[in-house]
């Protein structure tokens, strides 16, 4: 079955750096976009990066110059690289994946960035 699982998170100070991982089975990798998302407390879901087939990479404005996405397809491995780390970073994030009309989602990580 699909599974992804997502590394990596922590507690950092602003302006420090994180990379999280996802990493997935029970399909083929490399023929799926793969996307980051995160949920801040008390708020609705934000998309945060995609990342296509041909690792063609789009960014939300509010991460544009401090992430990036990135994938290894020999390992089934999607990052995100997460520099100059900003208070409002903080939330659960999230990796998915769709098959059409189905969303594979993982579990989670949570990343805070607090002083």
């Known amino acids: 079955q699909v599974q992804l699982v997502e590394s990596g998170g922590g507690l950092v100070q602003p302006g420090g750096s994180l990379r999280l991982s996802c990493a997935a089975s029970g399909f083929t990798f490399s023929s799926y976009w793969m996307y980051w998302v995160r949920q801040a407390p008390g708020k609705g879901l934000e998309w945060v990066s995609a990342?296509?087939?041909?690792?063609?990479?789009n960014y939300a404005d509010s991460v544009k110059g401090r992430f990036t996405i990135s994938r290894d397809n020999a390992k089934n491995i999607v990052y995100l690289q997460m520099g100059s780390l900003k208070p409002e970073d903080t939330a659960v994030y999230y990796c998915?994946?769709?098959?059409?009309?189905?969303?594979?989602w993982g579990q989670g990580t949570q990343v805070t960035i607090s002083s």
């Open positions: 998915y994946t769709n098959f059409g009309t189905i969303d594979y």
């Open positions: 990342i296509n087939t041909g690792s063609k990479t």
